[in-house]
Protein backbone atom coordinates (compact mmCIF):
# COMPACT_ATOMS: atom_id res chain seq x y z
CA UNK A 1 0.00 0.00 0.00
CA UNK A 2 1.04 3.49 -0.73
CA UNK A 3 0.44 7.21 -0.29
CA UNK A 4 -0.23 9.31 -3.04
CA UNK A 5 -0.49 12.75 -3.64
CA UNK A 6 -0.35 15.84 -5.35
CA UNK A 7 3.49 16.82 -6.14
CA UNK A 8 2.55 19.98 -4.30
CA UNK A 9 1.26 18.30 -1.07
CA UNK A 10 3.28 18.56 1.95
CA UNK A 11 4.21 15.01 2.02
CA UNK A 12 5.12 15.10 -1.42
CA UNK A 13 9.00 14.94 -0.46
CA UNK A 14 8.82 12.56 1.76
CA UNK A 15 10.12 8.74 0.56
CA UNK A 16 8.30 6.94 2.84
CA UNK A 17 5.55 7.77 6.12
CA UNK A 18 3.53 6.21 8.55
CA UNK A 19 -0.13 5.70 8.53
CA UNK A 20 -0.39 7.65 11.76
CA UNK A 21 1.45 10.61 10.22
CA UNK A 22 -1.57 10.70 7.35
CA UNK A 23 -4.40 11.14 9.69
CA UNK A 24 -4.61 14.95 9.76
CA UNK A 25 -5.08 14.90 6.00
CA UNK A 26 -8.31 14.51 4.32
CA UNK A 27 -8.54 11.72 1.87
CA UNK A 28 -10.33 10.46 -0.74
CA UNK A 29 -11.81 6.71 0.55
CA UNK A 30 -12.08 4.17 -2.20
CA UNK A 31 -15.02 1.30 -2.34
CA UNK A 32 -16.82 1.58 1.09
CA UNK A 33 -16.91 -1.90 1.63
CA UNK A 34 -12.83 -2.73 1.27
CA UNK A 35 -11.04 -4.00 4.20
CA UNK A 36 -8.24 -2.00 3.19
CA UNK A 37 -10.65 0.84 4.20
CA UNK A 38 -12.31 -1.05 7.23
CA UNK A 39 -8.23 -1.77 8.13
CA UNK A 40 -7.90 2.27 7.97
CA UNK A 41 -10.15 2.98 10.15
CA UNK A 42 -9.77 0.67 12.66
CA UNK A 43 -6.20 1.89 12.72
CA UNK A 44 -7.19 5.59 13.34
CA UNK A 45 -9.72 4.82 15.88
CA UNK A 46 -6.95 2.68 17.96
CA UNK A 47 -5.27 6.56 17.78
CA UNK A 48 -8.00 7.90 19.61
CA UNK A 49 -8.53 9.82 15.87
CA UNK A 50 -11.23 9.34 12.77
CA UNK A 51 -10.41 9.71 9.46
CA UNK A 52 -11.20 12.44 7.10
CA UNK A 53 -12.76 10.99 4.54
CA UNK A 54 -15.07 13.83 2.68
CA UNK A 55 -14.76 12.14 -0.86
CA UNK A 56 -16.17 8.69 -1.37
CA UNK A 57 -14.96 7.34 -4.49
CA UNK A 58 -15.28 3.63 -6.42
CA UNK A 59 -12.58 3.09 -8.00
CA UNK A 60 -8.98 3.90 -7.91
CA UNK A 61 -8.98 5.91 -11.12
CA UNK A 62 -11.64 7.96 -9.69
CA UNK A 63 -9.18 8.32 -6.79
CA UNK A 64 -6.47 9.25 -8.61
CA UNK A 65 -8.05 12.31 -9.86
CA UNK A 66 -9.10 13.54 -6.99
CA UNK A 67 -5.83 13.34 -5.67
CA UNK A 68 -4.41 15.40 -8.89
CA UNK A 69 -7.18 17.62 -8.06
CA UNK A 70 -4.98 18.59 -5.16
CA UNK A 71 -8.39 17.85 -2.81
CA UNK A 72 -7.24 14.81 -0.98
CA UNK A 73 -4.72 12.06 -0.48
CA UNK A 74 -5.33 8.56 -0.98
CA UNK A 75 -4.09 5.11 0.20
CA UNK A 76 -4.12 2.73 -2.84
CA UNK A 77 -2.45 -0.73 -3.62
CA UNK A 78 0.82 0.34 -5.45
CA UNK A 79 0.23 -2.39 -8.77
CA UNK A 80 -3.49 -0.79 -8.89
CA UNK A 81 -2.57 2.93 -9.42
CA UNK A 82 1.43 2.90 -11.05
CA UNK A 83 0.24 3.59 -15.17
CA UNK A 84 -2.68 6.47 -13.54
CA UNK A 85 -0.27 7.92 -11.06
CA UNK A 86 2.51 8.22 -13.33
CA UNK A 87 0.63 9.91 -16.82
CA UNK A 88 -1.17 12.54 -13.79
CA UNK A 89 2.46 13.35 -12.19
CA UNK A 90 1.41 12.35 -8.81
CA UNK A 91 3.79 11.15 -6.11
CA UNK A 92 3.94 7.67 -4.25
CA UNK A 93 4.97 7.62 -0.80
CA UNK A 94 5.41 4.05 0.59
CA UNK A 95 4.00 3.67 3.88
CA UNK A 96 6.14 2.35 6.50
CA UNK A 97 3.63 0.38 8.61
CA UNK A 98 4.15 -3.57 8.79
CA UNK A 99 0.37 -4.16 7.65
CA UNK A 100 0.54 -1.88 4.64
CA UNK A 101 3.47 -4.45 3.16
CA UNK A 102 1.32 -6.77 1.12
CA UNK A 103 2.08 -10.60 -0.29
CA UNK A 104 0.50 -11.31 -3.24
CA UNK A 105 -0.16 -15.04 -4.20
CA UNK A 106 -1.20 -16.78 -7.02
CA UNK A 107 -2.77 -20.32 -6.43
CA UNK A 108 -3.86 -23.25 -9.19
CA UNK A 109 -4.93 -26.53 -8.30
CA UNK A 110 -3.04 -28.57 -10.66
CA UNK A 111 -0.60 -26.11 -13.03
CA UNK A 112 0.28 -28.93 -15.92
CA UNK A 113 -3.92 -29.12 -15.92
CA UNK A 114 -3.89 -25.16 -16.95
CA UNK A 115 -4.68 -24.68 -20.57
CA UNK A 116 -2.46 -22.42 -22.79
CA UNK A 117 -3.67 -19.34 -22.44
CA UNK A 118 -4.01 -19.76 -18.92
CA UNK A 119 -0.59 -20.99 -18.76
CA UNK A 120 0.64 -17.76 -20.06
CA UNK A 121 -1.21 -15.81 -17.95
CA UNK A 122 -0.20 -17.34 -14.70
CA UNK A 123 3.49 -17.37 -15.86
CA UNK A 124 3.56 -13.83 -16.74
CA UNK A 125 1.82 -12.70 -13.80
CA UNK A 126 4.75 -14.58 -11.96
CA UNK A 127 7.02 -12.98 -13.86
CA UNK A 128 9.06 -16.44 -14.71
CA UNK A 129 8.10 -19.64 -16.14
CA UNK A 130 6.63 -22.00 -14.10
CA UNK A 131 6.67 -26.15 -13.45
CA UNK A 132 4.71 -28.89 -12.06
CA UNK A 133 4.90 -28.61 -8.80
CA UNK A 134 6.69 -25.12 -8.78
CA UNK A 135 5.30 -22.83 -5.67
CA UNK A 136 3.75 -19.53 -6.54
CA UNK A 137 5.22 -17.55 -4.22
Known sequence: MVVITHKEHELANR???SFVDTLPYERVAVDAASVGLHLQQRLA????????MPFHVRTYDA???FVAG????????KESTSLLVNALGLTTIALSDD???RRLVLCVRDYAELNAPARHL????AARP???GDPLL
Open 15 to 17: TSV
Open 130 to 132: LGH
Open 63 to 65: ACR
Open 99 to 101: WAR
Open 70 to 77: NLAIAIVP
Open 45 to 52: IAEGKALK
Open 122 to 125: LDAL
